[in-house]
């Protein structure tokens, strides 16, 4: 978990530091799917992807 609060303070810092306010959406989504694939598992994800939804 350590590994996930240091990755999320640090794109905090850099949307701060260079005015990336458009791409937080785009942050945050990203960080709720790696989550749920990490808690998941990507087998759950992949059956997805193959079933082309």
């Known amino acids: 978990m350590k590994k996930i609060a240091y990755i999320l303070k640090e794109m905090i810092y850099m949307i701060k530091r260079h005015k990336l306010a458009f791409l937080t959406p785009i942050f945050v989504i990203l960080a709720i799917l790696a989550i749920l694939v990490y808690v998941i598992g990507p087998s759950v994800i992949t059956t ?5 939804v």
């Open 48 to 52: 997805f992807i193959y079933a082309g």
